[in-house]
C-alpha cells in the first residue's frame, strides 16, 4: 500500500532487513511543485528522516 501510493506521488518506497534484526523503511517523494503566488517555505538543511521501534 505504501509503495502504491509513493509511486503515484513519483517517488518509492522500500524496505530492507537491519544488520542487528528487524526491518528499515525508505520512502522517497519528490519535492513538492511552487505554484506562482505561493509564499517560499524554508527548507530544511537535510532530508527529513524518522527512526522508531515498534512496540
Do not use: I, N
Not at 502504491?4 to 528499515?24: K, P, Y
Request: net charge positive; hydrophobic share 40%.
Amino acid at each position: 500500500m505504501v509503495r502504491r501510493l509513493a509511486e503515484r506521488q513519483g517517488g518509492s518506497a522500500a524496505v530492507t532487513t537491519a544488520a542487528a534484526g528487524g526491518a528499515v523503511f525508505t520512502v522517497v517523494l519528490p519535492e513538492a511543485l511552487r505554484h506562482p503566488g505561493a509564499p517560499d517555505a524554508k527548507r530544511p538543511d537535510s532530508p527529513l528522516a524518522t527512526t522508531g521501534e515498534a512496540p
